[in-house]
């Protein structure tokens, strides 16, 4: 999960938005792949990396539609 918050010039929080990892990795895969580079630089162990099971492949479909129309 990735947090972006809007900050005032006093410091408070204005706004904010939570993206969950598959979101960004669709909207933005340069995003994706630094987080993924940076996760696996701090985690010990690597899970290796398969195709997507069909419900992703489906909601990465629906989720690029929304973003081209």
Not at 3 to 26: N, P, Q, R, Y
Request: charged residues 30%; glycine residues 4%.
């Amino acid at each position: 999960m990735v947090k972006v918050i809007h900050l005032s010039d006093d410091g408070t929080e204005k706004a904010a938005v939570v993206l969950d990892d598959f979101t960004v990795e669709v909207v933005y895969s340069g995003i994706a792949d630094m987080l993924r580079d940076a996760a696996t630089a701090q985690a010990a162990d690597v899970m290796p990396s398969f195709g997507l099971p069909r419900a992703a492949r489906q909601r990465r479909e629906k989720l690029l539609t929304r973003v081209r129309s």
